[in-house]
């Protein structure tokens, strides 16, 4: 599985480059803007062709799962902990709706000891992150985790190969895709190297 992660900040033509990365092959996007209000969410998603809204999970406003038909919604780290007992029970409400749902972590031990049903976890750093300076990567292996775990942190093509011998069942990619001149080259790269990582 490749996630790709939106930038944190806003980018030029940035819908245009989202439909090109769904075009050549994207089947799942996290859109995450920290800095949108609920309408900057609406004014991009707007802008996103409506056949790639079942391929998006959102972080912020989970309304919009509804309002646009989205993929599901991922719960941040934060949110997660605040929904304290009311968490298993938030997330069954989602999944019989039809909606996935997804998390991060930060520790194998918080996603050993969490009871949710998530579609998938994302766990980081496992190498020292692209898009954050000075946010060294932990090398968590996760062979002993039964959740679906995506590792990211300092994911792009070279270091798929060490991903995956870690025990991760696929990968989130932030900076490896928007930190370079070209978000939908380097996103092919990645995607052709993570097709012969899966072929071996």
């Known amino acids: 599985m490749l996630i790709i992660l939106t930038s944190e900040r806003p980018l030029v033509q940035e819908a245009q480059q989202i439909n090109a990365l769904f075009h050549a092959g994207l089947q799942v996007l996290h859109l995450r803007k920290p800095t949108f209000s609920i309408d900057g969410y609406r004014a991009l998603l707007d802008q996103i ?80 992150s692209i898009s954050k300076k000075g946010y060294e990567g932990k090398g968590f292996a996760v062979h002993d985790i039964k959740a679906t775990v995506i590792g990211m942190g300092g994911i792009n093509a070279a270091t798929l190969q060490a991903t995956y011998d870690l025990g991760y069942k696929g990968v989130g990619v932030l900076g490896g895709v928007w930190n370079t001149p070209n978000a939908l080259e380097s996103f092919k790269v990645i995607q052709a190297a993570l097709d012969t990582v899966l072929q071996k």
């Open 49 to 128: 062709e409506r056949q790639y809204h079942d391929r998006i999970m959102i972080h912020q406003y989970p309304e919009l799962t509804m309002e646009y038909q989205l993929r599901g919604i991922h719960l941040q780290e934060q949110a997660r902990l605040d929904l304290e007992d009311a968490l298993e029970a938030t997330v069954q409400v989602y999944k019989n709706k039809g909606f996935a749902v997804s998390s991060s972590f930060h520790s194998k031990e918080a996603i050993q000891d969490c009871n949710a049903a998530f579609e998938y976890v994302l766990l980081s750093p496992v190498f020292g």
